[in-house]
């Protein structure tokens, strides 16, 4: 088994499907909010957080009109477009499931075999996510909204089996989330991996 504590070196459907509108945002930097929904991302950088027993990966839409959402956000901003990764013994079993869906989304590359050896590997590789909405309220008393990521394998996307959270409410109540539909997994992969331009080329 490998072992998800072992770590060295330093530190969807974009298009729509299931989305929500675009929503003015108080505390968004980004103006509107990213549309609840599943989204192929690129993993910008991990970073181990030892002081807070996680990873975070910080994450940017690929592919699909909403590609670059998170593009011109500074790095102290990098807690709005991170998924977490616990490493605390209630939470392994749910990064584990998010290291192979990352491995599942780039195929030929050993997601846990690059864990063990150097977060600095994942720079640049693809996972796909499921995004919520969170509202909350900052120290000012100001609406604020965030997002949840949770990583998803590629196969459950063509199946149709995952679901869009719902909104987190600040008061502590959530929305019912929502069943998930089938996902042109392989285009969604084409377009971020810039194949769609030279397949089209190849078949004139």
Not at 15 to 20: M, N, P, S
Not at 74 to 80: E, G, K, Y
Not at 89 to 118: E, H, S, V, Y
Not at 186 to 192: F, G, K, P
């Amino acid at each position: 088994m490998n072992d998800i504590h072992s770590i060295s070196g330093s530190p969807e459907r974009a298009d729509g499907i299931l989305g929500l509108p675009s929503l003015d945002s108080v505390g968004d930097p980004a103006g509107d909010l990213l549309p609840a929904g599943v989204y192929l991302a690129g993993i910008e950088c991990m970073n181990y957080q030892t002081g807070k027993s996680r990873v975070d990966v910080s994450l940017d839409i690929a592919a699909g009109p909403c590609k670059g959402f998170f593009g011109e956000l500074p790095p102290s901003m990098d807690w709005l477009h991170s998924l977490y990764l616990g490493l605390k013994p209630n939470a392994l079993r749910f990064t584990k499931r998010a290291i192979k869906c990352i491995g599942d989304a780039n195929p030929g590359f050993d997601a846990f075999a690059a864990w063990n050896d150097d977060l600095r590997l994942f720079n640049g590789r693809l996972v796909f996510v499921t995004v919520g909405q969170r509202e909350w309220t900052n120290s000012f008393g100001e609406a604020e909204t965030s997002y949840r990521f949770q990583a998803v394998a590629p196969d459950a996307l063509r199946a149709g089996s995952y679901r869009i959270p719902g909104v987190e409410h600040a008061d502590g109540t959530s929305e019912e989330a929502v069943e998930g539909e089938p996902v042109d997994v392989d285009s969604l992969l084409d377009e971020a991996l810039g194949l769609s331009a030279s397949h089209g080329e190849s078949n004139e």
